[in-house]
């Protein structure tokens, strides 16, 4: 019997072709360690839009709802819009209706895959963004007030989220300092020279910083920060950030260790979670065969380390821990593939990974 129900929301573009890669990883180390994981595909989405008048039904929803996780691909299509111009973006109404307020998008360069920086310290980037994922100025989603001669969007923080988010980010950098055996460290990345709402949030760090006297905590300017990300990236540890910000620097991080394909996520709630790469659809290459399935595949073990931590379920923890050595021994073994200049496409990904899991 299943004892772990998983929502799999595939989405659009090469969203299915990434799942089903990392539903075979999945299968394989749950037979391995009897995780008891159960999948269940739903339908939702830009075409979904298209072709039923939803993206994400009520239905669906309340499915997916009840799920111990969700497993997403990506979702969106640049042809499919609303009236206003705006993308169909259910993946944002998961987050705000779940109350997913932490999104946690890690950045490892890993053993083997050409990175962008010539200095011999990129093989050591490794930090956490961890983007506010329910407010800040994506609170404004289909509130913008826009007229001929005039165009309003509201950025929002409520003390709450960003209590729990401060929480999250000095909790984080503690479980990271004791695993990498090192000094964790919380830089809080805003825009307090210009903006009230800024200066608070800093303020607002503060408090919670007493709380965890082992972290060290400092703020920077996220403009300074997008320069620093590429000078020295290797310095950061946890960069927490509002939701617009973390949306851009996240981008920009994954081009540090060899694009989108690499980059996984969590959108982490109290109770609920979803779990996809930080990239989108990538129409460019859909349907070719040639996305890179990592940043779904290192998602999905980031979804078994969560359920871990919340049963306490060491097999799961292993697991997790199996995925990730598997991605890293596949490319020091030599996998490369399109997106960093190599021939392999999701197939010969999928089964590097695979032939890798020890
Ligand atoms: N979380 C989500 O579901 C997201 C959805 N979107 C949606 O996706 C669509 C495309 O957006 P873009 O701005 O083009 O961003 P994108 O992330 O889909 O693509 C940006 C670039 O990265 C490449 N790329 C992305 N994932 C890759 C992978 N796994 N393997 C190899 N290369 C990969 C693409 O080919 C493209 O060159 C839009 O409709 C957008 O709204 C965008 C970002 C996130
Ligand atoms: C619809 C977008 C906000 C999705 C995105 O860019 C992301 O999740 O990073
Ligand atoms: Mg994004």
Redesign the pocket.
């Known amino acids: 019997m299943n004892s772990y129900d998983i929502a799999v929301l595939a ?5 299915p072709e ?1 799942v089903e890669a990392t539903l075979a990883v999945l299968r394989k180390v749950d037979a391995r360690h009897s995780l008891g994981l159960g999948f269940t595909e739903l339908r939702a989405g ?1 075409f979904a839009y298209r072709d039923t008048g939803t993206d994400l039904s009520d239905e669906v929803f309340d499915r997916a709802r009840k799920a111990d996780a969700i497993l ?7 042809g499919i819009r609303h009236a206003d111009g705006t ?1 169909l ?1 259910p ?1 944002i109404t998961l987050r705000q209706r779940l109350d997913l307020f932490g999104g946690v998008r890690p950045i490892r360069a890993i053993p083997g895959v050409p990175l962008p920086l010539v200095d011999p310290r990129a093989a050591k980037i490794d930090f956490v963004i961890l983007r506010e994922s329910t407010e800040g100025l994506f609170f404004s989603k289909d509130k913008g007030v826009v007229t001929r001669d005039q165009a309003e969007e509201t950025l929002r923080m409520t003390r709450g989220t960003s209590l729990r988010l401060a929480r999250m980010a000095f909790d984080l950098a503690g479980q990271r300092a004791r695993r990498l055996g090192r000094s964790g460290r919380v830089t809080l990345v805003d825009k307090a020279n210009v903006f009230r709402a800024f200066a608070w949030l800093r303020q607002i760090f503060q408090e919670v910083a007493v709380d965890y006297p082992e972290v060290r905590h400092d703020a920077a300017y996220v403009d300074a920060m997008a320069l620093d990300l590429i000078r020295r990236p290797w310095d950061f540890d946890l960069l927490p950030t509002e939701n617009m910000f973390g949306d851009i620097l996240s ?1 920009l991080a994954a081009g540090l260790i060899g ?3 690499f980059a996984p996520s969590a959108d982490l709630g109290e109770g609920h979670a979803v779990f ?10 859909a349907g070719k065969g ?7 595949i290192l998602s999905a073990a980031m979804m078994l380390e969560w359920l871990a931590m919340r049963d306490a379920g060491d097999a799961m923890a292993e697991a997790a821990q199996e995925i990730r050595a598997a991605v890293d021994a596949a490319f020091s073994e030599g996998l490369r ?3 960093i200049g190599g021939t392999s496409g999701t197939a010969e990904a999928t089964r590097a990974v695979l032939s890798a899991l020890r």
Do not use: R, Y
């Open positions: 989405g659009d573009g090469i969203g990434v830009a997403l691909g990506a979702m969106g299509w640049p993308e973006a993946q981008d694009g989108m394909g996809q790469p930080s990239h989108g659809t990538a129409p460019d290459i040639k996305a890179n399935p990592t940043a779904t593939t399109a997106d």
